[in-house]
């Protein structure tokens, strides 16, 4: 069954009805070979959780679906890791993705999104991703790895074309994949020359000191995995919930009249149209039970985040925004030890970028109808989100 092009257009419809006919579903990825598709939520918050599902593709069996291919130096970071380099490097990274650290980045995120809304004037049209959703996550994470301005370069670009490559330019993956390493070369030996009160100069301080804690390629890795997922998350996040409030005038209406709402409302956002459509591939490390299929060892299994959060076992009436649902249990974000290390910053993120928005700007509504999604199963987000604002309510 070949799904690509429906799941990227209409992925709702579909999910419901492979969730409606069968639990599990043979497929083809993306690279032409087989995996099996998981779409009810019990059985997806189940296998997130399973230690039987490894993310280490030494696990894959060859003809199998396997996803995106990277070299050594950027493929040794924890969504291709099980315990227990899991664990270690999960535990380096980890304190700087506590809650509590976290907020302390509320007035600074607060502070870029107000910048960021200040330079798009009283009113007027953008695209709001290009112009917000982007460039906030992208400022916050070089801030919390200490990047330099002077060494920030188009990381959006790079992110596309590993994750929706362009099929006219198959080239532009391995390119993108050789700047990046570049660029983390030459950022890790500017860290080491110049240390610096940040979570990358703390990363490469521990590779330094103890050899065995953390090898140079995982550090490249780690680098390159905070980097890309610590604001693609958030793009998606950001750009998905603005775009959900403007196709639902009643549900804007509710969450202005109580800007207060808003952190429970991101987790209705994040549960109605997340950033992410399938969790990484895993595969069995011995034969697994899901449904009433037994998936055998070193398959390729697909859990979509999307369709179980979209179950009407779980969720009622799922196809509709309610900004005063009870979200809590969704999956977006993913479930057991490989929940997304970033969700409390890609959480605070999302709630800043809304509150300063729905803030500052009384009328905010589409400019354009005929919307385009990313062409890529893993991310979902939109290519651009052209909207009309009006009516600033004040500048800061």
């Given amino acids: ?51 039987r599902l490894s993310l280490d593709k030494a696990h894959a069996r060859e003809g199998n679906y396997r996803g995106l291919a990277l070299p050594p130096a950027l493929d040794a970071n924890l969504l291709n890791m099980d315990p227990p380099d899991h664990t270690r490097l999960r535990r380096l990274v980890g304190r700087a993705f506590t809650p509590s650290r976290v907020e302390q980045l509320r007035t600074p995120i607060r502070a870029a999104a107000g910048r960021l809304l200040n330079a798009l004037g009283a009113q007027g049209t953008t695209d709001l991703i290009a112009a917000y959703a982007a ?19 188009d990381f959006r670009s790079w992110g596309s074309a590993l994750i929706a490559p362009d099929p006219h330019r198959p080239q532009a993956a391995k390119e993108a994949v050789v700047a990046m390493m570049g660029f983390f070369r030459e950022l890790m030996a500017h860290k080491r020359r110049s240390p610096a009160d940040d979570l990358l100069s703390d990363l490469i301080a521990v590779r330094d000191a103890d050899d065995d804690r953390l090898t140079e390629d995982e550090l490249m890795s780690l680098a390159f995995l905070i980097l890309f997922a610590g604001y693609e998350n958030s793009v998606q996040l950001i750009g998905n919930a603005v775009l959900a409030l403007l196709q639902n005038p009643d549900q804007m209406a509710f969450l202005r009249k109580d800007l207060s709402r808003i952190p429970a409302a991101v987790e209705e956002f994040a549960r109605y149209e997340g950033p992410a459509l399938l969790a990484i591939r895993r595969f069995p490390t011995q034969n697994v039970a899901i449904g009433d299929v037994t998936i055998p060892a070193g398959d390729t ?14 969720f009622p009436d ?62 979902r987000g939109l290519v651009e989100l052209p909207v009309r604002y009006t009516g600033t309510v004040l500048s800061r």
């Fill in 1 to 51: 069954m070949d799904l690509a092009d429906d799941l990227i257009t209409r992925p709702y419809d579909v999910f419901r009805d492979l969730r409606t006919a069968s639990p599990v579903h043979r497929i083809t990825g993306t690279d032409g070979q087989p995996a099996w598709l998981v779409t009810r939520y019990d059985d997806v918050r189940a296998a997130l959780a399973d230690p």
């Fill in 135 to 153: 460039p906030l996550p992208i400022t916050v994470i070089c801030e919390l790895l200490g990047i330099p301005e002077s060494h920030r370069r």
């Fill in 301 to 314: 299994v697909l859990l979509s985040l999307s369709a179980a959060n979209r179950d009407p076992d779980r």
């Fill in 318 to 379: 799922p196809d509709r925004l309610d900004l005063g649902r009870e979200a809590a249990g969704h999956v977006a974000l993913g479930h057991g030890i490989h929940y997304c290390l970033g969700a409390p910053l890609a959480r605070l993120e999302t709630e800043i970028a809304l509150a300063e928005l729905l803030e500052r700007f009384e009328d905010l509504e589409l400019a354009e109808t005929d919307l385009h999604w990313r062409p890529s199963l893993r991310a």
